[in-house]
Every structure is written in C-alpha cells, then in structure tokens.
DNA sequence: CTGAAAGCGCTAACAT
DNA sequence: ATGTTAGCGCTTTCAG
C-alpha cells in the first residue's frame, strides 16, 4: 500500500497547511514550489517532503489572479472527427513541450456561432494566447480576439485576412495546382465531389483555386456532387458510383478529402475501372489512411503537423523574445501523383 | 465596418471599467453578467450596453477563486488518433451542452507517467469533476483523484477496482463473446492480431477474455502478432499478409480493433480469399469506417458514445442532485456478425 | 536566503 | 433592487 494522508481533506489543501505542517512560511513553500533558486536546500527538501505527504496540489486559479499568469493556449479547431485536425493537435502538443505552456482544446463544429461561444468562454481565462482554424470570424470573434492583448495565430489557411499571426497554405492554390497536374496528365471531363461548402472555407476555396484553373485552361467542371456527415468512406463510395452513372464519360474525379477519395477508389477498383487509364482520381490531405490502400491515391499534403508546431513556435516564441506578433508563415504543400493519375498524356 | 472600442486596451478590462463606464456598482454589473434575475431591467439594459461598447470579457480566473467554483470537468483519454475516443468526446460534450460544465481535454498517450502529470496539471484547476479512460493509474493518480474531493468517472472499461464511478463494457467478456460466436461458427484454427499490450489494458482483457473461452472450448490461439505506431490501416494488411504465409491453415483472425482488421479485410478481398468461407474476420469497436468497406467485418460495438453521455451525466448530476458517487455502469457491447463470420457450422 | 504586507478581479454575505 | 465589506489562495514587492 502506498501511505495515504492522515485524513482525508474535504476542503483541499491550501499552501498554509503546507507551511503549518513543515514550520516555514507560505511564502518560502510558495517559492520552493515553483522550483525558484532562491531557497537553501534544507529548506526545499523540508517543504518538498511536507508537501508531498499532504498530497498538495497547488491552486493554479489562486496563482494565476495573483501572478497574471495563465500557462494555458486555447486551441480551437472544428472538429475531431476529421482525422486532419488531431495531426495539427499533435504538432502543437509537441511544440508547447518543454515551453510551461499546455494547450487546452475547443470544437466549434463549423459554427462561428459556436466559435464565438467557445472563444469567450476560453478568453475568459486569460489564456497566454490563441491558435485557432480559419481566417473566418464573426466580427464579435474578431474584436474579442484582438481586444484580448495577447499572441492569436490562426492556422490552417492563408488566403484572407489576418487578425495576427497567420500559418497555413493557400488553398487556393493547391486547387490550382492539382488542376495543372490533372490537365497536364491529360484529362478533360473532370467532375468534383465534395463536402457541402458554407460549412468549410478551405474546401470551398481549393473548389474555387481548381475552378479557376480549369477555367484558365478552357475547361469547366463536368459534374458536381456534395453531401454532409454520414462515413466520409461511404459517401465517397455512394457519390462515386452515383456520378458514374450520371455522368458516364468522365475521365477524373476530384474528391474534396481523401476519405471519400479513398471510398471513391474502392468503388473504382472493386467495379473494374481502370485506374488511371480511363479514369483518374484524386484526393486532398494526404491522411495516413491512404497508406493501406492497395493503390496509393492522387492526393496533396496539408502539412497538418507542421502547421501546429509553427503556431505553437509562434506562440511560445512571443512570449519571450520581445517581437511583435504578425508573423505570417505560408507553407506549400506537397502533391503526390500516387498511382491514381496517369504520369503522362495519352 | 463595425464599430471598434474607442481605445486598445493594453490592461484587460475588469469588472470597474465597466461600473464606472455605465454608473453601476460593480456588484451590480457582476450580477448582470451572470444573469441573476434580482436586477432591475432598467439597470441591466444598461449594463449590458456597456459591457458590450467596451468589448468586455470576464475574468473567470478571479471569479473562480472568488466562488470557490470552477465550471470546467477534466476529461483525460489516451491518443485522439485512435478513432474511438473523438466519439467519446462528442457523447461528453453532448451530455454537457446545457449544464453549465465544459469540458477540458488531456492526452496521455497511454503513459502512466504522463497520466500522472496532465491530471495533477488539471486538478490544479480544480475543476467540478473528472472523467478519465481506464481504470489502471498509478499510486498517485489514485491519490490525487481520491484526494480531489470531486466526482471521479473512470470510462470504457469496468474490469477492476474503480476510485468512484466507473462507466464501461467489460473487454474481458466482449473477448469471451466473441470467441463463443467464433467457435459457434465452426472456426478452430484462430489468430490474433492487435496492438502491443503494455499500452493497451483493455485490448490485453479482449485477449485474454478471447483465450480463456478457447481455452475451455479445448482451443488455443494458433498465431499470434503485434504491432505498435503506424497506419494501422496499412500494419492489418502487412500482418495479415504475413500470418497468412507463416501459417496457412489459419481459419479465423481476430483483429483488436476494426482498423487493423479492416486492412485485414482489405487484404484477404485482394488475394480472392474466401471470406467468410475459407476465412473468418473479426474486430472490435464498431467504427464508422467499417461502412465503407463492400463487405462489413464482424465487430463488437464500444458503446463509446453513450459511455461519454453516462460519463457526463453522473458528474453534472453530482453537481446539482446530492446523490453519493459511486455509481456503475456496465454496457453491453452488440455482437454484429457483419460478413465475415458464417451464420452457421460448414 | 527568508518573511510580512498588499492586492490580483471577482463574488458571498450581509446591509440598506 | 442595489451597495458595502471582506476575502478566495496565491504571488509580487519590499524589508530584513
């Protein structure tokens, strides 16, 4: 058995019954408690022992009024489910590692609604700073954000309007790209499916980056199709095989992510099609499911892990140099043909 | 545009800025902003109107302290990669919405240590309640949490000792199940594929539920093989892949989650096995991927969404009803025999 | 190296 | 319905 404390505290302990229990003042156990150098060793190892056989937790809320210090990062992010966001969380736990910061977690749902909620919510303790998805805000977000005094890196997305700091890529851009790569292998009826777009900007502007291209290259979307929740694998699968019925001569489908990409390329493979010969496909993400597909989809990293541990960078980096914020950091993300676009025209 | 305060604030606003802003006694403005109905509408109107022309935020971190209560419920789970527990979260948040309570996320990692360290991190914020997955922590955790004076829900699993609540399934008899529908089927030459143990308490009681019930059918695992990190999509193929050559007359594999099986599943369509013919499948967890799949692997749902509701609902109802802790809650996992096991002996 | 005093921004409890 | 007083548990600042 490990040796339980005298009695069990229903009020908790506070720093006096530390002092109490070890003979030295609060403010002495204070400073041991926060590892200061300025305390003999005796001492330190009298409170420590005492402290520890309470079982002393300290009040950080206590803490935090009187030293105007809060240790905490709000991160806000639209989703879990997503499997693009847990990554970016990845990236920012690892960077804030080692820093005293902790980073503390909210879901909006792709709400600004809920964005707003959350961001007041968490503001309201005075976190050290914020990192959050998007460069879309309600006006109430926006103020309280730059109202709030302290470093906000907004991640994920860089075509728009910073409040402060900005880490991402252009989305605009990779739609373009992945545009190009699909001309460029010779492709011509082209149709897109993809989540339904009010909801997520960065879906919407990588549709209108690919739109744009296709556009420039005197081509226009052969057919679109949009669903929202359900299994993202499913919906690939069921959107895929209905667009093919629909729209039988198309030689590419562009997925919005690569979960229904991959659905997509089930229904291709397990229907016979060729891959990439009659048809190409191509997904956004570049998630660690497309490892275990028996062909490797067409995709785009969004370098999700590196764009965490910029933010964090930013953040913790804010906190001790003396710069100011407005950092802006694009990042490019990286297309990876796969086996599902065909490396030359036919 | 809309309109900005008339000057950036440096100094956060406090409760004063607001009194002085609208005439109101401070206590006044602080019954306002936190919605007790013994104000005059008058008064409030005005309050309101100030409050908001300023931008103010409230400083939770003084309230806190200042009421001795803290409306946060610290929930601590193991990795947000895993699939399973982004549901669990959303039961949590679900059951949440509306009583005041919001939830603060930890990571562990499956580290007892880092368990250890992320809740005396959060418990230092004296939150109202904690939820945490498992029921294997160190000495310390324990004694923390016991220590805590507040609602304490272990969550996923029920075999073992719980410090207060526990919501969960037992692994050990969803393991027993599934290898009674297993045996039932006619399968007797059975492999094993999962995660590596130390980490995982409850894959280790799915296996070890699953090789006692073979055992006392007078069976035993034929192959068995694990895997730590990675795709897991990608690790079922390749194991599976392997195990199928190093021993070919395998009848049944049993996956410890429906990721790795999924890969499994993948594989075996690929190499024109006959599943569930000449093969049988099984996961667990009832992930939402498996829909996607043409054919569905036999799985064992979780519960993991309504063990997240039950989880949150016996922390806000100890809140409010002065029920004493201590509550269990076992869940029935549902057998779902998907495709991959024949309905009945050859 | 250690201690005493003051106060962080808010709210409980008590006036009025 | 509104105001006043005291203090939450800690840290800053200043003395010794």
Redesign the interface.
Known sequence: M?P??PT?????LTLRDVSEACGVSEMTVSRVLRNRTDVSPATRERVLAAAKAL?Y??????G??ASQQ?NLVTVVIPS??NMVF??V??GI?DALEGTGL?P??G?TDYLAEREENVL??M????PSGVILAGLEHS??S???L????IPVVEIMDVDGTAIDSVVGISHRRAGREMAHAIIAAGYRRIGFLGTKMPDDHRARKRLEGFSDALREAGLELADTEYYAG????????QMTEAMLNRTPDLDFLYYSNDMIG??GL?CCL?KGIDVPGRLGLAGFNGL??L????IRLATMDACRREIGERAAGIVAGLRTDDVIGGTRIELSPRLELGDTIRRESP
């Open positions: 490990s339980s404390p069990a505290p229903r009020r908790p079982g937790v300290p009040n950080k809320i206590a935090a009024l809060v879990l489910g847990p990554e969380l990845r736990s902790q503390v977690f879901i007041y919510e503001l309201s303790w005075r006006d109430a926006r103020a309280m730059a109202g709030a005094g359900g299994s993202a694998l499913l919906k690939g699968r991959a659905g089930l397990e660690e499911i490892d275990g597909l028996s």
